[in-house]
């Protein structure tokens, strides 16, 4: 008889967690996964503080320019209003039905789900502590031959004076009332996305970020184009500006800038960055090894240096990205119980990621940045086209649009596709296959267009606007 209650015991029910569970019990290994928040935790942040709230907000936002633009095209409308309680409710009941989702699919596929919070005991056994409603709280032992922790991430906020009265994206969904004046302090895809929202929604928005340009990592370009759209959609952007307090005060928050300036607002935001959940999984007294901010280390199969331990997502602070946690939950489990009856096992791989970020108007990318590129070809042509799309000719709005292509001249394959725009992340998804095909620019130029569209722009660009020679 085994010695282990569980073949596989999974620490958090987010996406990689639930991936990890329900594969791995569809092969036919026992299954647990613990989830501290309950069933409203199932799905972990994507579902529940992430990825779908915020693009819910993000349609909601959408429609104020969308009333906005209609009228260049004849409709005659009175001036909308937002009704934020409504948007509040309906999104929560949308999660609520998800979280639904989720818990239906773990038990349909056998996984034993356990509401509590996990900790690791030692190198096999795991301690699931629940409260009860009396307040009583009570802690179940269990045995699993494999411990997956997926734990996933958590808003990081500095030490700063006042650093009690500010909020993170965790809250944000949530705030009663709505914040006429809103102050986001970061500048990544987070920060830069809820401010583009809620000036959207009708807030009066400043983004504070101490670098020398927004969204650090992607494309040099795209940054300064889309730094300058979301200025010119009235949104304000400060540069190398970094806040030294906040307090409050009879009208709301004052923030005071290293510059010396103030500023006022009713809500501040801090989007600067996100740290591994590990507080309290006991990872410390089984001797897990950690990385910067508690990150969990792991080799090319998640394994961290505890045998029987693994971890994957964003606690490991590897790519923190949904899509990247769920690959790497297949991989581990074809790793762990042997891929599907007559396919290869899969690996998880970091090339070639599409990314998005929701801010209006969309970011969206895959391959190399420009800078990227020239580090690893000796020529690399540029093709870039910026235009006024078709749709604003009569809306009278003065939304740029840029498409960036990154071609290796040695090669001719196209390394790095760009775009800042409406819809840009539905049409860069389609164009990562194409770069995950190896498709060259000969390839490109090949494709028909649909015209007109603002996707046939990258099957349209002929002449390089610059040939660039490595960076030495």
């Not at 009569?394 to 001719?412: F, I, P, Q, W």
């Not at 060259?440 to 996707?455: N, R």
């Amino acid at each position: 008889m085994s010695d282990f209650d569980f073949d596989l015991f999974v620490i958090g029910g987010g996406s990689g967690g639930v991936r990890a569970a329900r594969m791995a019990a569809q092969r036919g290994a026992r299954v647990a996964l613990a989830e501290a928040r309950g069933l409203a935790g199932l799905g972990g942040t994507c579902v529940t503080l992430g990825c779908i709230p915020k693009k819910l907000y993000r349609y909601a936002a959408d429609y104020a320019a969308a009333f906005d633009d209609a009228r260049g095209y004849g409709w005659q409308t009175s001036a909308p209003t937002l009704d934020w309680s409504m948007l509040k409710r309906r999104r929560a009941a949308e999660i609520e039905r998800l979280n639904g989702v989720y818990e239906t699919l773990l038990r349909n596929a056998g996984v034993a789900l356990l509401l509590g919070h996990a900790r690791l005991l030692d190198a096999h056994t795991v301690a699931v502590s629940a409260r009860h409603a009396d307040g009583s709280t009570t802690q179940q032992p269990w045995r699993a031959r494999h411990i997956l922790v997926a734990t996933g991430g958590t808003p990081h906020v500095p030490h700063f004076h006042g650093r009690e009265h500010v909020i993170t994206s965790n809250e944000v969904f949530d705030l009663d009332p709505f914040p006429r004046r809103l102050v986001v302090v970061g500048g990544g895809y987070i920060a830069c996305e809820f401010a583009s929202i809620f000036h959207g929604l009708g807030a009066e928005v400043t983004l504070l970020y101490r670098g020398e340009q927004i969204l650090r990592g992607f494309d040099d370009e795209v940054r300064h184009f889309l730094a300058a759209e979301l200025a010119r959609e009235g949104l304000d952007v400060r540069l190398r500006s970094g806040v030294v307090a906040v307090q409050r005060v009879a009208d709301g928050l004052r923030v005071q800038l290293e510059d010396g300036a103030a500023l006022r607002a009713d809500a501040v935001l801090y989007a600067t960055g996100r740290a591994p959940n590990v507080a309290g999984l006991g990872l410390d007294a089984v001797g897990v090894a950690q990385g910067p901010l508690g990150a969990i280390v792991v080799d090319e199969h998640f394994r961290t240096n505890v045998p029987s331990v693994y971890a994957l997502g964003d606690v490991t602070a590897r790519v923190q990205l949904t899509p990247v946690a769920l690959a790497e939950a297949m991989a581990l489990v074809d790793h762990l119980f042997g891929p599907p009856a007559g396919a290869p096992p899969r690996s998880a791989r970091y090339d070639l990621i599409p990314t998005a970020v929701f801010t209006y108007p969309e970011v969206a990318t895959v391959g190399w940045t420009q800078e990227q590129a020239l580090q690893r070809c000796d020529r690399v042509r540029v093709y870039r086209s910026v235009f006024r799309p078709l749709r604003h000719t009569l809306s009278g709005r003065g939304a740029r649009t840029l498409v960036k292509l990154l071609v290796d001249d040695a090669s001719d394959r196209v390394v790095g596709l760009h775009m800042v725009g409406t819809e840009a992340a539905e049409i860069v998804q389609g164009f990562a296959v194409a770069l995950r095909a190896g498709a060259t620019k000969a390839d490109f130029d090949a494709t028909l267009g649909i015209h007109p569209t603002v996707a046939e722009e990258f099957v349209t660009l002929r002449e390089p606007a610059a040939v660039l020679q490595r960076l030495s």
